[in-house]
């Protein structure tokens, strides 16, 4: 559940900062961020630990902080370029880019595949 809740959090503080109109919004939408990546980054990989079989635990929180890695080093190429888009709104592609991972945390939730995998299938 608090996978959960922190995807969708983290989803509406994107949307929040992507489509902002006033300083204020930027504020609560970064909030809404900060809260919605913690929970996720302290939910999945605990999430992760008590579901994996213990021959599999420490690979599947390695690559979660794989995954991490990879995130952030997209997140610096998307804010290298988004500068370069014209009319001033590349900001908001920036910003607005934390909706995919946000998304991604969601549908991984709830997919209805997972409830079809099995732990004995690892």
């Known amino acids: 559940m608090s996978m ?15 489509f902002a109109q006033a300083i204020w919004m930027l504020i609560v939408g970064r909030l809404l961020l900060g809260f919605g990546v913690g929970f996720s980054i302290q939910a999945v990989p605990l999430y992760v630990s008590e579901m994996a079989p213990c021959k599999h635990r420490g690979s599947l929180n390695v690559v979660f902080q794989l995954a991490i890695t990879i995130g952030i ?3 610096n190429l998307v804010n290298y370029f988004t500068p370069r888009i014209k009319g001033g709104q590349g900001w908001r592609y ?13 549908l991984c939730i709830i997919s209805p595949q997972l409830p079809k995998l099995h732990v004995g299938t690892w």
């Open 73 to 75: 080093f997209a997140a």
């Open 94 to 106: 920036s910003l607005g880019g934390a909706m995919v991972p946000a998304a991604f945390i969601r």
């Open 4 to 18: 959960l809740l922190g995807g969708l959090i983290f989803f509406f503080g994107a949307l929040l900062n992507a």
